[in-house]
């Protein structure tokens, strides 16, 4: 999958028609705009580097071989998979895509909250917040009946990415989402 983080120093005029595109995960129209995105994104890619400087590995496969390293799942991407499950016209009240994208956003959200906390504020914040909110996400979880579809693929993702999806909680200095630097 690509994501893009589109900057266009002409006010948005000339890139304006991508910006609402699946892919674009950012859209700058001023410098200002451009040098928050790029900045976040760079901040990213020397942590992950010196991640991989610290494990003595050159690339994000050999990263994922090693035995010691703490594996995340993203809520961004389980996001995107309720998204996708929604019917036309879903709601909170008649979808359980909805349900499902609503308890996504609420989590989000929360970590919005978080962003200017330091690692160990942000994972005892995550312990009183957002774990309530997803123990309740997973009891209804396991009562949705028959389904099939894209619904299933959500709630199949969802309950086969468990482990790793709740891996933030315990590990303040972990995103609930990788897609600030996904490609």
Known sequence: KISLHLIDLKNGVE???FRKCKMVKSFSRNLEEAEEVLNKLIEEVDRRYDLFYKNDVVDIKEYNKLKN?????????LRRKWREAMPKGATIHNSLSAIGF??????FKLEESFE???DEERRHKRQTLAKPLL????????????????????VTYSKTQRKYLETFLEHGEIEISNNQVEN
Do not use: P, Q
Request: proline share 0%; net charge neutral; with cysteine.
């Open 116 to 118: 200017k906390l330091d």
């Open 15 to 17: 890139f304006s028609i």
């Open 102 to 107: 609503d308890y996504c956003n609420k989590l």
């Open 135 to 154: 123990d309740e996400y997973w009891k209804w979880l396991e009562n949705i009946g028959s389904i099939s579809g894209k619904l299933k693929d959500a």
């Open 69 to 77: 390293v703490t594996r995340a799942g993203c809520w961004a991407h």
